[in-house]
């Protein structure tokens, strides 16, 4: 019989439970006990979910209180120095100071002890491979020391099968585990702990099998990369000291191909291998003919990372394919862990029917891959032959809709020309224009656009959505926001203002609201990292731009004062990414249509007298292929993108742009490319690391390397930010640095904003004292 199976579940919950409880908790207004409550009652929930939908066997692991990988450093026991509990046992305390870093000595006291008990960095933080997930970067030292210091795991498996679940617990495997970290203090090869690893890997195993565990699921999508030799070799000597545990092992691989590893893979003394075939389907063909019949093949057909339903008569084609060679050993499940997806489409009740039957979430998905288990098992039963013809309907509907195409969005995409995409003049003559112009100081001082969302903001939003209150009486709400926001910033001493975003839900989501092309949910959240949610919108068909999305708002700042303002827009590359895709029209294509609405925008903005644009890209290393071979393709039409969207404007408007938490170096000559004026990045939790790729590649144009972490609660001093700045000037000419936090502010309090702001800007001000 095939089997069917989860990689992993969404953890967040229908109403966004989990998200809800860690922010009571962070508050103080619900205790651990309570937080641990909310926790079983989601496991049980999800576990219950999967088993309805038809699913064989159920994921015990793929919990986190923040991030897998976070839960996976506790329980390697790898924990820096700085939040190491004087007790030797983490806590959950330990977990979210580890996460988020420290608020206060109090706070640090109580999960730290007295001798740690100072404002401590976060963790670095991260995206998990191409998605727009986060995980939370593991520590190593060259003298690590691993120990099984975390009972999460165990305790999990107790809970399922006290429930009556058949489980397969999910560990991230030991070499992604080491790849997924860096290397602290002395310099030294991370692939050297392996040894010291293992056996704890060892010892977890045994405890499984000793809880009745038969299979457990070892993640290893760096089988996905490409991997220097010692790496590859290092599988071989893992896997072979782990083939001696006493229970099955699925190694699983996702988001990419197995490629030049593919030998690699199926050679591994493991008893399964899970392999992505939504994004690699021509690996079939060498998987069949290489992996072992005697070993599983599990095979990911139903897509984890986006909103479409199924064509279950291909995905069964390919599965019928493997069945003939696999037979019994041929496993069905989806792409990848379901995290990805949002949880139940079935509480969409105000989707269009056409629409909503084109889609399928988390537990929808369980369905497909249970459906398509049956198929093999039972093929021509009453409901395989229903769910098929109820697919072939749903194809068929979506193939010819008329609401997809649109002509005039083709015409305006087959009349652009390379000149659309070329600012006037090269950076060294616009720059001099836009100093002129905008006489701002050294070290100008700005932030990243928005502001706190405060239960006030929310709640006037909701109410207007609701028809409680009226467009006047929004619009009235949301510029008292703003004038809040403008005088404030003005008080601080800022050099660059923003509007603060008051009036905006989501940085993609409220411009996909006014393009003509995209669908929206009202429940399809998916989790970034810790208790921060996105719902990101749906394109369904052709984009465009019906009318001016920002104008109204910014122009009505820039009113308030004579400071220089910026409008703030989302660039076409991070709309795409962080929006569920079409799978019919290629990315490329979907990004230039973006742009073209994009560029609509800055243009407007311009005409209403913004002297600064800045365009947020903070996806663009995320929409990197895993592969580097598909590199150059990927970056070509990206860059493009971006210069189509912001070439259209003089020499004198300055074009900003945002990224965050990225790895810049493999493209850092493709961020120049982009030929932005200024850019603003991460590099606070690297503690400056990230410059190292704009002083190597001498990076043509400002940078505003971010000072202060937005994801942490605690209020960095001055002299941290400026010491921060003085590492930022050895790599990079002052006269091209700007100050400002390392990303929006949306998600902080009023009161640890204006602290970090003051502090902020008092570091800008010795900086043009001691360096200017």
């Given at each position: 019989?095939?089997?069917?199976?989860?990689?992993?579940?969404?953890?967040?919950?229908?109403?966004?439970?989990?998200?809800?409880?860690?922010?009571?908790?962070?508050?103080?207004?619900?205790?651990?006990?309570?937080?641990?409550?909310?926790?079983?009652?989601?496991?049980?929930?999800?576990?219950?979910?999967?088993?309805?939908?038809?699913?064989?066997?159920?994921?015990?692991?793929?919990?986190?209180?923040?991030?897998?990988?976070?839960?996976?450093?506790?329980?390697?026991?790898?924990?820096?120095?700085?939040?190491?509990?004087?007790?030797?046992?983490?806590?959950?305390?330990?977990?979210?100071?580890?996460?988020?870093?420290?608020?206060?000595?109090?706070?640090?006291?109580?999960?730290?002890?007295?001798?740690?008990?100072?404002?401590?960095?976060?963790?670095?933080?991260?995206?998990?491979?191409?998605?727009?997930?986060?995980?939370?970067?593991?520590?190593?030292?060259?003298?690590?020391?691993?120990?099984?210091?975390?009972?999460?795991?165990?305790?999990?498996?107790?809970?399922?099968?006290?429930?009556?679940?058949?489980?397969?617990?999910?560990?991230?495997?030991?070499?992604?585990?080491?790849?997924?970290?860096?290397?602290?203090?002395?310099?030294?090869?991370?692939?050297?702990?392996?040894?010291?690893?293992?056996?704890?890997?060892?010892?977890?195993?045994?405890?499984?099998?000793?809880?009745?565990?038969?299979?457990?699921?070892?993640?290893?999508?760096?089988?996905?990369?490409?991997?220097?030799?010692?790496?590859?070799?290092?599988?071989?000597?893992?896997?072979?000291?782990?083939?001696?545990?006493?229970?099955?092992?699925?190694?699983?691989?996702?988001?990419?191909?197995?490629?030049?590893?593919?030998?690699?893979?199926?050679?591994?003394?493991?008893?399964?291998?899970?392999?992505?075939?939504?994004?690699?389907?021509?690996?079939?063909?060498?998987?069949?003919?290489?992996?072992?019949?005697?070993?599983?093949?599990?095979?990911?057909?139903?897509?984890?990372?986006?909103?479409?339903?199924?064509?279950?008569?291909?995905?069964?084609?390919?599965?019928?394919?493997?069945?003939?060679?696999?037979?019994?050993?041929?496993?069905?499940?989806?792409?990848?862990?379901?995290?990805?997806?949002?949880?139940?489409?079935?509480?969409?009740?105000?989707?269009?029917?056409?629409?909503?039957?084109?889609?399928?979430?988390?537990?929808?998905?369980?369905?497909?891959?249970?459906?398509?288990?049956?198929?093999?098992?039972?093929?021509?039963?009453?409901?395989?032959?229903?769910?098929?013809?109820?697919?072939?309907?749903?194809?068929?509907?979506?193939?010819?809709?008329?609401?997809?195409?649109?002509?005039?969005?083709?015409?305006?995409?087959?009349?652009?020309?390379?000149?659309?995409?070329?600012?006037?003049?090269?950076?060294?003559?616009?720059?001099?224009?836009?100093?002129?112009?905008?006489?701002?100081?050294?070290?100008?001082?700005?932030?990243?656009?928005?502001?706190?969302?405060?239960?006030?903001?929310?709640?006037?939003?909701?109410?207007?959505?609701?028809?409680?209150?009226?467009?006047?009486?929004?619009?009235?709400?949301?510029?008292?926001?703003?004038?809040?926001?403008?005088?404030?910033?003005?008080?601080?001493?800022?050099?660059?203002?923003?509007?603060?975003?008051?009036?905006?839900?989501?940085?993609?989501?409220?411009?996909?609201?006014?393009?003509?092309?995209?669908?929206?949910?009202?429940?399809?959240?998916?989790?970034?990292?810790?208790?921060?949610?996105?719902?990101?919108?749906?394109?369904?068909?052709?984009?465009?731009?019906?009318?001016?999305?920002?104008?109204?708002?910014?122009?009505?700042?820039?009113?308030?004062?004579?400071?220089?303002?910026?409008?703030?827009?989302?660039?076409?590359?991070?709309?795409?990414?962080?929006?569920?895709?079409?799978?019919?029209?290629?990315?490329?294509?979907?990004?230039?249509?973006?742009?073209?609405?994009?560029?609509?925008?800055?243009?407007?903005?311009?005409?209403?007298?913004?002297?600064?644009?800045?365009?947020?890209?903070?996806?663009?290393?995320?929409?990197?292929?895993?592969?580097?071979?598909?590199?150059?393709?990927?970056?070509?039409?990206?860059?493009?993108?971006?210069?189509?969207?912001?070439?259209?404007?003089?020499?004198?408007?300055?074009?900003?742009?945002?990224?965050?938490?990225?790895?810049?170096?493999?493209?850092?000559?493709s961020i120049a490319a982009m030929d932005a004026d200024v850019i603003t990045i991460e590099t606070s939790r690297s503690d400056m690391q990230l410059l190292q790729a704009f002083e190597a590649f001498d990076y043509p144009s400002d940078i505003g390397p971010g000072v202060y972490d937005i994801h942490s609660p605690r209020v960095p001093e001055t002299q941290e930010m400026v010491a921060l700045m003085r590492k930022a000037a050895r790599r990079i000419p002052a006269e091209r640095l700007w100050v400002n936090p390392d990303c929006g502010l949306k998600t902080r309090a009023w009161r640890e904003t204006e602290a970090a702001l003051v502090n902020m800007v008092a570091a800008a001000r010795q900086l043009r004292r001691e360096l200017a």
């Open positions: 019989m095939a089997l069917s199976h989860s990689l992993g579940f969404p953890r967040i919950g229908r109403d966004r439970e989990l998200k809800k409880a860690l922010e009571a908790y962070w508050q103080g207004e619900l205790d651990e006990s309570g937080l641990r409550a909310v926790g079983r009652e989601l496991r049980a929930a999800h576990w219950q979910l999967q088993k309805d939908a038809g699913l064989d066997l159920l994921p015990v692991g793929d919990f986190a209180w923040y991030d897998q990988v976070l839960g996976h450093s506790l329980t390697f026991g790898v924990i820096p120095q700085r939040f190491r509990p004087d007790t030797g046992t983490p806590t959950l305390q330990t977990l979210f100071a580890m996460a988020r870093g420290g608020a206060d000595a109090q706070t640090h006291e109580q999960c730290c002890g007295a001798a740690h008990a100072q404002p401590q960095v976060a963790e670095e933080l991260t995206k998990w491979f191409d998605t727009n997930y986060h995980y939370l970067v593991p520590e190593f030292t060259a003298d690590q020391r691993f120990q099984l210091s975390w009972e999460q795991l165990f305790e999990e498996v107790d809970e399922a099968h006290a429930l009556g679940h058949k489980v397969k617990p999910v560990l991230i495997g030991p070499l992604t585990f080491l790849w997924l970290g860096k290397a602290k203090g002395e310099a030294f090869d991370k692939l050297e702990l392996l040894e010291r690893l293992l056996p704890i890997y060892g010892e977890i195993l045994g405890r499984l099998a000793a809880q009745g565990v038969e299979w457990v699921q070892i993640d290893e999508p760096i089988l996905g990369l490409d991997l220097p030799q010692d790496w590859k070799n290092a599988f071989e000597r893992a896997y072979h000291l782990l083939q001696h545990a006493p229970l099955k092992k699925l190694v699983a691989s996702y988001f990419s191909g197995l490629e030049d590893n593919l030998g690699l893979a199926v050679c591994l003394p493991v008893d399964g291998l899970h392999v992505d075939l939504v994004r690699a389907p021509e690996q079939l063909p060498l998987l069949l003919d290489r992996l072992p019949s005697y070993k599983v093949l599990s095979l990911g057909v139903v897509n984890g990372r986006n909103v479409w339903r199924c064509d279950l008569d291909q995905a069964l084609g390919q599965l019928q394919q493997a069945q003939v060679r696999f037979g019994d050993n041929l496993w069905v499940a989806g792409s990848c862990s379901l995290l990805h997806s949002p949880v139940d489409l079935a509480r969409e009740e105000q989707l269009d029917n056409e629409l909503k039957g084109w889609l399928a979430f988390a537990v929808q998905k369980c369905a497909e891959i249970a459906t398509l288990s049956m198929a093999l098992n039972d093929p021509q039963s009453a409901p395989v032959q229903a769910a098929l013809a109820e697919s072939r309907a749903v194809q068929a509907s979506r193939a010819s809709s008329p609401r997809i195409h649109k002509a005039a969005v083709q015409a305006r995409l087959n009349a652009i020309i390379p000149a659309d995409s070329q600012r006037l003049s090269p950076f060294a003559e616009r720059i001099e224009k836009q100093r002129a112009r905008l006489q701002l100081p050294a070290f100008p001082t700005t932030t990243i656009g928005s502001f706190p969302q405060t239960p006030a903001i929310r709640q006037a939003r909701q109410a207007f959505r609701q028809g409680r209150l009226s467009q006047a009486q929004y619009t009235e709400a949301m510029q008292a926001e703003i004038r809040h926001a403008v005088t404030l910033q003005e008080q601080l001493g800022l050099d660059v203002l923003v509007h603060g975003e008051a009036e905006r839900n989501d940085m993609v989501e409220y411009f996909a609201e006014q393009l003509d092309g995209y669908a929206f949910t009202r429940f399809g959240w998916v989790q970034s990292y810790g208790s921060r949610c996105v719902k990101p919108a749906i394109i369904y068909g052709d984009l465009s731009r019906p009318q001016p999305m920002t104008v109204a708002w910014t122009r009505y700042a820039q009113g308030l004062t004579q400071t220089v303002m910026k409008g703030m827009l989302t660039g076409p590359v991070t709309m795409l990414m962080w929006s569920f895709p079409r799978e019919d029209l290629s990315r490329e294509l979907q990004a230039r249509q973006l742009a073209l609405a994009i560029r609509d925008e800055v243009q407007d903005l311009e005409a209403a007298g913004i002297q600064i644009v800045q365009i947020d890209e903070a996806a663009f290393r995320e929409g990197l292929p895993l592969r580097q071979a598909q590199w150059a393709a990927y970056l070509d039409w990206a860059t493009e993108a971006f210069r189509l969207c912001a070439s259209g404007v003089r020499d004198e408007t300055q074009i900003h742009t945002h990224m965050c938490y990225s790895e810049f170096n493999d493209v850092i000559e």
